[in-house]
């Protein structure tokens, strides 16, 4: 049986202007999924991450973390943020420190670990982010990019069971796109959680076990990264583009009937691979 690392029970969120951001949700995440979280601006997505870390509150319903109720107090939000990362959209609401090297350190240090192990960690980080030259640069002088992969660093050196990551790759150029996601991938085993918010329905179709579509702070789709893109009416509701290599192989197949369990590829390699043995075309 798999464990379910959130269960998620009638969640509403308003915030002080009266704005419902969330309304009602019920969802279970299970452990060691690779989930990716779609939808337009101002589905909720951002806000849903705020209270899986214990930075917001429900205005109502709960939110049970490896299977015991959250709560709000010090010491439960310590123990809660030690096992879930977040990673924000704008890295400069997550960096504080003086330098590259420093602002990494910050969770570790405050992990209790000793200095040799949180330097070890820091160093790792770094090396798979590819920050170690810029280590003692402010963080105010860097680019997004580089805010964005300090970012990352910084929760990667934690090493949480839980990854929250709201658009990891925005602002990143294609190269460090595919070096943060082969990184998550690395880090990614049956103990990690990891969910990614993104605008990018070709990263999620290609890379998520999982896919959660949200729509005016309800989830309207939770499957797979698959069903979901025949599904004409979530895409309309959720203002979602299908994934080229999806639209390529629903055009290459339009000249035959697919096979009963037509295998969907899912990245270019696949397309590739499945018009070259199949003949495709």
């Known amino acids: ?116 192990v949180v330097h070890e960690k820091v160093q790792w980080a770094m090396d798979q982010t590819e920050v170690t030259e810029m280590k003692d640069k402010p963080t105010h002088f860097l680019s997004l990019g580089q805010k964005k992969r300090v970012a990352i660093a910084g929760v990667l050196a934690m090493e949480p069971d839980v990854w929250l990551l709201d658009e990891p790759t925005a602002g990143l150029d294609p190269y460090f796109s595919r070096q943060i996601m082969a990184l998550l991938d690395s880090i990614h085993h049956p103990d990690k959680t990891i969910i990614l918010s993104t605008h990018d329905v070709n990263l999620a179709y290609q890379w998520a076990d999982e896919v959660v579509v949200m729509n005016d702070g309800k989830v309207i789709y939770q499957g797979d990264p698959v069903s979901v893109f025949h599904d004409e ?33 899912r990245t270019k390699e696949e397309l590739l691979q499945k018009i070259e043995t199949e003949k495709i075309y």
């Open 1 to 116: 049986m798999e464990e379910h690392i959130f269960n998620i029970e009638g969640l509403t969120h308003q915030y002080a202007d009266g704005t419902f951001a969330i309304k009602d949700l019920s969802i279970l995440i299970q452990q060691g999924k690779k989930i990716a979280l779609l939808g337009n601006n101002g589905a909720g997505k951002s806000t849903l991450f705020l209270h899986l870390n214990g930075l917001l509150q429900p205005t109502s319903g709960t939110i049970r973390f490896k299977g015991k109720k959250m709560k709000y107090d010090r010491k439960a939000l310590l123990s809660l943020r030690k096992q879930v990362g977040i990673v924000f959209q704008d890295p400069d609401s997550q960096l504080f420190s003086a330098n590259v090297q420093q602002d990494i350190s910050f969770g570790p240090m405050n992990l209790g670990w000793d200095r040799n």
């Open 233 to 265: 009416d979530i895409l309309m509701k959720a203002h979602l583009e299908k994934p080229w290599v999806f639209e390529m192989f629903q055009a290459l197949l339009q000249s035959r009937i697919p096979g009963e369990k037509e295998l969907v590829p």
